[in-house]
């Protein structure tokens, strides 16, 4: 009997190390700094709208619209991009992820806009999960703030799928609210969703190769800089719990 209770103990215990090994955390390569080809992720998509306000077309469709600028602006800098979808179709996040996943020494950049019951609720936000996607993060958020009349609503951790399964490093902008009248009316604009792209696109190629690499085609606001130093987010604490949002 007590033969029979050492090998239950014993199994046991292996299924417990088991699962623990299966439960470690995703290790994510740190391509920031060498990355050769950048996944551009459009989100929603066919039958999946997005936010939708009746003054305007839904978030799938700008989403594309400025994934599609940000990559011709890539490609013109001389990176390798890969899209997601290029077209009104639907695809899973578990299919972004193993997209991205397959270009090695890449980055992704989810491209996305936002929506609130609050009308009055606007500004950008920039998402990262690892830490390595941090300072990427960071820097397309700085960039956006140089637009004219932008509000900084930070960068945040977050747990959507898209992030936490990713092999490299990986963000999620939030490019304003289309809930907003203001936001919602200049994502309507093609002269303004082409000056996010190239504030997006800029902080990719700086983040690459450092500052002043990028030859831009969208012209904006240069005192926006100094606005946006002064809105930079610190740096997470060290061991900072992850938000629980999921895309």
């Known amino acids: 009997m007590l033969w029979g209770l050492r090998l239950i103990l014993t199994a046991a215990l292996l299924g417990l190390l088991a699962s623990c090994a299966t439960k470690r955390p995703q290790l994510v390569k740190n391509t920031a ?11 929603h998509g066919g039958q999946d709208s997005g936010a939708y306000r009746r003054t305007g077309p839904p978030e799938k469709v700008v989403a594309l619209d400025v994934a599609e600028r940000v990559d011709q602006k890539l490609r ?13 179709v639907f695809i899973p996040l578990d299919s972004r992820v193993a997209i991205e996943n397959a270009q090695k020494n890449s980055i992704f950049v989810s491209i996305h806009f936002n929506d609130s019951s609050r009308r009055a609720i606007h500004g950008f936000e ?25 509000i900084n609503r930070g960068v945040h951790a977050a747990n959507f799928r898209v992030l936490r399964k ?18 919602g009316r200049s994502a309507r604009n093609a002269e303004y969703r082409d000056q996010l792209a190239d504030k997006i696109a800029e902080a990719i190629v700086e983040e690459r190769y450092g500052p002043g690499v990028y030859q831009g085609t969208a012209q904006t606001a240069s005192e926006g800089s100094a606005a946006a130093t002064q809105n930079r987010t610190p740096p997470p604490p060290k061991g900072a719990p992850l938000g629980s949002l999921n895309r």
């Not at 013109?76 to 290029?86: C, K």
């Open 33 to 43: 700094r060498t990355f050769t080809t950048v996944v551009v992720d459009a989100g």
């Open 76 to 88: 013109e800098s001389e990176l390798h991009t890969v899209m997601t979808r290029s077209s009104d």
């Open 126 to 150: 920039t998402y990262y999960h690892s830490p390595v996607a941090y300072e990427l993060a960071q820097r397309i958020q700085e960039k956006l703030l140089t637009l004219p009349h932008s």
């Open 166 to 183: 990713a092999a490299y490093p990986a963000v999620l902008v939030e490019c304003g609210f289309l809930s907003n009248r203001s936001e």
